[in-house]
């Protein structure tokens, strides 16, 4: 057991392996937290805009076409913040609007070429080193991993948006 196991987490005094994994997690993180500032701050773009163009290039790449209202939902932000955030992005010239296909009363966002191009030199050697950690793992190590994470998400989802902090009505 380290000694910050117990000291860094907020697991009410546990001494166990599984606080020690659920550490390891939170300073994971925390790290890429950090790296996504640091990326969004190379590119001159807040840590949610960097998240809304990851999200449009995943998608341009699928070839599905992703409205304002699609990533607001998906960034959990308002209409009035989505707007702020889009225009904000077409202005830097990482994202376009263009007329829905279908519906002409209907926008799509679309990430330029030029922002991919930045994404992928900006990111490259992170993800390089990255892979070749997951490359590192045996079969076996993989799909525990795998697992793991598929069950933390899964237990992460589970908590009730309603709830009230102890000691509030």
């Known amino acids: 057991m380290t000694a910050n196991a117990v000291k860094e ?17 939170r300073d994971y993180r925390s790290a890429e937290a950090a790296m996504r500032r640091r990326t969004g701050s190379s590119m001159g773009m807040g840590e949610t805009d960097l998240l809304a163009l990851r999200y449009l290039l995943e998608n ?4 599905r076409d992703v409205g304002p209202k699609e990533l607001a939902a998906r960034l959990g932000i308002t209409s009035a913040s989505m707007t702020t955030l889009v225009d904000r992005l077409v202005r830097s010239g990482y994202v376009v609007r263009e007329p829905h296909p279908t519906d002409r009363r209907a926008l799509v ?3 330029t070429k030029g922002s991919d191009l930045e994404v992928r030199n900006t990111l490259s050697g992170m993800h390089g080193r990255m892979l070749d ?3 590192s793992l045996s079969r076996g190590e993989s799909l525990v991993v ?8 899964e ?15």
């Open 109 to 111: 966002l679309r990430p």
């Open 146 to 153: 795998m697992d793991f994470l598929r069950r933390i998400r």
């Open 9 to 25: 987490g907020y697991w009410y005094g546990q001494e166990t392996v599984a606080v020690e994994v659920l550490n390891a997690l």
């Open 155 to 169: 237990a992460i989802d589970q908590v009730e948006p309603d709830v009230k902090p102890t000691g509030q009505n």
């Open 60 to 63: 341009e790449r699928a070839g």
């Open 133 to 135: 950690v997951a490359a």
